[in-house]
């Protein structure tokens, strides 16, 4: 296919100006949400999902890399993350810096985002500059190994690790998360190195470990793209064989080998940082994503510290005014999750004034349920989120994103009701015995950050 005579159609075509018994959650429900969409898959393996709203003259271009941290292995990490920087680098038809600009001159956006278990990366354009969306991210897909060279390697290897001097070394707290995944996962568990990689890693990869990671996992064979907004099915359908067709197959990955993962007791650790003020973690191993529990830990998060209503934020923060601030969650993740619960004491208060109040409300929670409202507000909660992401197409938890996850998750793009379902579906006992089973006092990590020169 003469690329370059295509693109150069595209760009006169995208000039801007044209674009056009217990008791349970019994709240009234909305209707099903009926999200019609239309998925094929070309001869070299890319997944494509297309689907209609012509609310505005909008469309996303959505693609998911179904790799992320948990695919390197270790005294390789940070690969992932290192190529969601190198694929707005160029590629062989798209010289460096002519990405942005073009869609920037189209009135288009895009970002993208690395996880433990996907890469994703988005464009938002108006709906006349689709095909110059398409074109730039198929070019990134079949032809990007062109232009990478080891001085690209070596320039965003770089500004990597800048970036995790800055979000994770010289940010306040910032080890916390990474420590808590080597206490929660052995070595050798694909959750136990932290996304962004080891510092060492990163200065250790050779070019040659670059290129094989991007022929092992950047396939159609290991993607799924979400074209979404106002399209037409049908010539939308001819747009992405048109572009991606081309891109040469592969063989998809092997399956993971995942080792077991299980606390037996209390692990407990004690780092310091550079900060003002202690801060306590608890983390415990979950149900992952979808599994029975998942969602009703969700509701143990909300009702624990969902809000200033919320029974660790009332107590802590309002009646007793011992802490800043304190969290609770479920992270929800495909081959594990983890529930953390994080404090913060104010000034002349410690750690373990924290630990003692959140243990009685844990065990409280175990023995008795929830109210009714307590169960409503957070199921409330939820829906009113998940609404307000259905009302955009595009960028991170748009439709096009949210089709994308769970297809890889779920394996089914249109599962919206049944995920809806998950909390609908929750009783005040589902929430009391997920908390019981699920946060053992006697089974979990527990994680102290304590100001550099603090007493001990």
Do not use: C
């Amino acid at each position: 296919m003469k690329r370059r005579a295509l693109l150069l159609l595209v760009l006169l075509a995208t000039t801007p100006g044209f674009a056009q018994a217990p008791a349970k959650h019994v709240a009234a429900s909305p209707p099903p949400i009926d999200l019609k969409y239309t998925l094929f898959r070309l001869p070299n393996g890319l997944t494509a999902i297309l689907h209609e709203d012509h609310t505005v003259p909008l469309v996303t271009v959505n693609m998911w890399y179904h790799v992320g941290s948990a695919r390197e292995r270790p005294g390789r990490t940070g690969f992932a993350h290192l190529f969601e920087h190198l694929m707005f680098m160029g590629s062989g038809h798209v010289k460096p810096g002519q990405f942005d600009e073009w869609l920037e001159s189209a009135g288009g956006d895009n970002n993208g985002s690395t996880e433990n278990d996907r890469t994703n990366y988005w464009i938002n354009v108006p709906s006349n500059a689709l095909e110059l969306a398409l074109f730039l991210e198929s070019d990134r897909m079949g032809y990007l190994l062109e232009t990478m060279t080891p001085q690209v390697v070596d320039a965003q290897r770089d500004v990597v690790k800048n970036e995790r001097r800055q979000s994770v070394e010289n940010r306040p707290y910032g080890v916390a998360d990474e420590v808590l995944g080597a206490m929660l996962y052995p070595e050798g568990h694909p959750y136990h190195w932290p996304v962004i990689g080891y510092m060492t890693d990163l200065t250790a990869a050779s070019y040659d470990d670059v290129v094989e990671f991007f022929k092992k996992y950047y396939t159609p064979w290991n993607a799924s793209l979400v074209v979404a907004g106002d399209i037409d099915t049908g010539k939308t359908r001819q747009l992405v064989e048109k572009w991606f067709g081309e891109v040469k197959p592969a063989p998809g990955p092997e399956p993971m080998t995942i080792p077991g993962a299980m606390l037996s007791g209390v692990q407990t650790k004690t780092i310091t940082d550079r900060v003002q003020l202690p801060r306590l973690y608890l983390a415990w191993i979950t149900p992952r994503h979808f599994e029975p529990g998942d969602a009703a830990l969700d509701l143990v998060g909300d009702v624990l510290a969902g809000g200033k209503n919320s029974r660790l934020y009332k107590r802590l923060v309002y009646d007793m005014q011992i802490a800043q601030d304190v969290r609770a969650t479920q992270a929800s993740a495909q081959i594990s999750s983890q529930f953390q619960i994080v404090a913060t004491p104010r000034p002349g208060h410690t750690v373990d004034e924290l630990k003692k109040v959140i243990d009685e409300e844990i065990q409280k929670l175990q023995r008795e349920e929830p109210t009714a409202h307590e169960l409503e507000r957070s199921v409330n909660q939820i829906e009113a989120s998940f609404y307000n992401r259905m009302e955009r197409v595009g960028g991170f938890g748009g439709k096009g994103d949210q089709l994308n996850a769970y297809f890889t998750y779920a394996g089914i793009p249109d599962w919206f009701n049944e995920d809806l379902s998950r909390y609908r579906a929750q009783s005040t006992s589902d929430v009391r015995a997920a908390a019981a089973q699920f946060l053992p006092i006697d089974r979990r990590v527990e994680l102290t950050v304590m100001p550099e020169g603090a007493p001990k």
